[in-house]
């Protein structure tokens, strides 16, 4: 099977697990970060560049109030979390950890001891969203276009060892699984393919709850 197919194959998985249900966490509330971030609060991009929060505020805010969207927080609950557990066949997983560093929400799946993690750059104005995704993408060695339907019609790319992005209504959904095996579920899928089914799976409930 080529490796176009296998995307494919596992984006239907993806969409045939998603049912998708809403966040845990109320509409609206922030979930509970798992440390309270300064003003000046740094962020650790996918090729081990530091972004200081001082360049997070100048791409924008989700909310006012402090709290990420609904959107975003899908991304650590409901049948995200369940696609997650049965894509990757865990056996009694732990809650993912959140925190959340406006504009940017981030959840942390434990995948037997190695960390899945999803963040979405949580903008509220679409131009300053595409900013934020062609910058991440020009700055990820390998970061290239994902071709086709399995662009699944949205700007997004692939730097084919684990880290794969969408972009959908000027929000940023980064998936990173460069910290777990490369061999998963048993042997039956590498990193990039966790990456892109559990992106195809968020972004399911995105359009399910527009």
């Known amino acids: 099977m080529t490796s176009s197919h296998r995307l494919a194959v596992l984006a239907v998985a993806a969409l045939m697990l998603t049912g998708c249900a809403a966040a845990t966490a109320e509409p609206g509330a922030a979930p509970a970060p798992t440390?309270?971030?300064?003003?000046?609060?740094?962020?650790?991009?996918?090729?081990?560049?530091?972004?200081?929060?001082a360049e997070h505020g100048a791409h924008g805010s989700a909310d006012a109030s402090g709290a990420p969207s609904e959107a975003a927080a899908m991304v650590c609950g409901g049948q995200v979390e369940t696609a997650v557990a049965s894509m990757?066949?865990?056996?009694?997983?732990?809650p993912p950890a959140t925190a959340w560093d406006a504009p940017d929400f981030t959840c942390t799946y434990d995948v037997?001891?190695?960390?899945?993690v999803l963040s979405v750059h949580d903008a509220t104005d679409p131009a300053v969203g595409e900013a934020h995704f062609a910058e991440l993408q020009g700055s990820l060695p390998g970061a290239e276009e994902i071709e086709?339907?399995?662009?699944?019609?949205?700007?997004?790319?692939?730097?084919g060892d684990g880290v794969v992005a969408f972009l959908r209504d000027g929000k940023t959904l980064l998936v990173d699984a460069t910290g777990l095996p490369e061999q998963l579920a048993d042997g039956t899928m590498t990193q990039s393919e966790v990456a892109y089914a559990v992106a195809s799976s968020v972004l399911v409930c995105w359009v399910e709850h527009d």
């Open 112 to 116: 037997d001891g190695a960390p899945l």
């Open 35 to 53: 440390a309270a971030p300064s003003p000046e609060a740094s962020h650790t991009m996918p090729d081990g560049s530091v972004m200081p929060g």
């Open 148 to 159: 086709g339907m399995l662009g699944l019609g949205l700007p997004s790319f692939s730097t």
């Open 88 to 94: 990757l066949r865990l056996r009694d997983p732990e």
